[in-house]
């Protein structure tokens, strides 16, 4: 355990890195488990974010991705592989090459980007429909909750009709990838469906 005075000037990421280390370690009853997920949202959403945030890399300087960025988190024979694909709308028609073998779909939202929303909802009730992704668990990150113009996490289930899924299991998860917060309650709620999934 580290001395009150050194955990005190540690940064939001390190802790979320130690939080998520901690979750793969209890998921090592899965030796060599590798764990594939499927990163999507509109361009500016926050996703490349959110990947460095929970690579414990720096947020400072971060551009639109024009492919992907691929990162893995590895701990005692368990490897997170998280594919981030870029939103933009030239880019999108693209995603169906990565569907394969999905273990886990994250959708990240601007939440206070409401002259999108439509669009969003539009692009993530396609994604539900894609065969390949057929039952795979989805968790959508309502990220940019820092910002006072963001919709709340209900708001945005209600909008996007969210509770009419039933063919799979899914979360809305507050967040800020800036902040780090919530990001770890989203990796907690990935962690647990991929285990009940591989099972």
């Known amino acids: 355990m580290l001395p009150l005075y050194l955990a005190r000037n ?7 890195m130690q939080g998520l280390l901690s979750i793969l370690r209890k998921l090592k009853s899965a030796p060599d488990q590798e764990v594939r997920i499927l990163l999507l949202g509109l361009d500016n959403a926050g996703k490349t974010t959110l990947l460095k945030q929970l690579a414990s890399e720096d947020i400072t300087h971060i551009t639109p991705t024009q492919g992907f960025n691929i990162k893995s988190v ?27 073998n999905t273990d ?12 999108r929303f439509e669009e969003t ?6 994604l539900l429909d894609e065969e390949k992704l057929s039952g795979v668990p989805v968790l959508i990150f309502a990220n940019k909750q820092d910002l006072l ?3 709340p996490a209900a708001e945005i289930a209600e909008g996007l ?4 899924i039933r063919d799979r299991v899914w979360q809305i ?11 770890q309650d989203g990796m907690n709620w990935v962690c647990k469906n991929v285990n009940a999934k591989k099972k």
Request: charge should be neutral.
């Open 121 to 126: 909802g539009q692009e993530l009730a396609e």
């Open 173 to 183: 998860q507050s967040c800020s990838a800036l902040t780090g917060e919530g990001v």
């Open 149 to 151: 113009t963001a919709a």
């Open 104 to 115: 886990i779909l994250i959708y990240v939202i601007d939440s206070a980007d409401r002259k």
């Open 10 to 16: 540690l940064s939001p990421s390190f802790w979320l």
């Open 161 to 164: 009709n969210l509770h009419t």
């Open 74 to 100: 590895q701990s005692q024979g368990f490897k997170l592989n998280v594919w981030d694909i870029g939103g933009q709308r030239k880019i999108r028609p693209y995603w169906r090459n990565y569907f394969e």
